[in-house]
């Protein structure tokens, strides 16, 4: 178990799954860089949170929930969990205030995208899964990821696998941030698109060293070159003593 000040950003996972040191960077040496997709999905996160909930005769729809797990570590806000209305005689699901009945919690992420070859959404759509288990005591065997580009819903199935995968990802977080160790840079196709490419700088910081106190370098290099003073050219030598050349 860890405490409430040890808890890590769900969002974590994610990064940590595209690239380990684009994790560290974020997460250890706290540096940050937009480009279009990252703005764009920030974006969206905030419109979807901004929402009021949404009920329904059978559907009760909480955007931006704060969810979180003692056990892995982590905290997060989910975009949207719709909660179903389970038939009368059900056991399962949980009670919500001020409606009658059990419901059935069903987390939807919302990304920009489309589907991504990792399983980076997964991972972070599961762990709010683990949360919301952890927080309602009650099973939450699945979920969805809205991609935007598409726009259609990917079901996804909190398989033993996914689970599994997800609480190994939750313990290297804590692993990786504890150490403080930024990875060394590996230059990939991926890379390009990356928004901390100017930062990270993965063909030129050197395969040890922090971006951090790399770029701290550059600029302390470049004030100490504007610094020096400007030399200047005496010009051609003039007698002292008024006598003119010999």
Request: net charge neutral; proline share 7%; charged share 25%.
């Amino acid at each position: 178990m860890y405490d409430e000040d040890d808890l890590l950003p769900v969002s974590a996972l994610m990064h940590l799954v595209y690239c380990a040191r684009r994790c560290a960077l974020i997460h250890i040496e706290r540096l940050w860089d937009e480009n279009r997709f990252t703005a764009q999905g920030r974006q969206l996160h905030e419109r979807s949170h901004e929402q009021d909930a949404e009920t329904r005769v059978d559907l009760r729809a909480v955007r931006g929930l704060r969810v979180h797990s003692l056990r892995l570590g982590l905290w997060g806000q989910a975009d949207v969990v719709e909660f179903g209305r389970l038939p009368p005689d059900s056991t399962g699901g949980c009670e919500l205030e001020g409606l009658s009945g059990r419901w059935q919690p069903f987390p939807v992420e919302h990304k920009r995208g489309r589907e991504k070859p990792d399983l980076s959404d997964e991972a972070q759509l599961c762990a709010q899964a683990l949360c919301l288990e952890e927080m309602l005591g009650v099973a939450v065997p699945e979920g969805a990821i809205f991609y935007h580009q598409p726009r259609r819903r990917h079901p996804v199935e909190f398989t033993g696998g996914l689970r599994r995968e997800t609480e190994t990802l939750a313990a290297r977080l804590h692993e990786l941030l504890r150490a403080g160790v930024t990875p060394p840079a590996q230059y990939e196709r991926k890379c390009r698109s990356c928004s901390l490419l100017d930062l990270c700088l993965p063909q030129t910081a050197g395969q040890r060293r922090s971006a951090k106190r790399y770029l701290a370098s550059a600029l302390a290099s470049a004030a100490a070159v504007s610094a020096q003073p400007e030399t200047r050219d005496p010009g051609p030598a003039t007698a002292v003593d008024g006598g003119g050349p010999p």
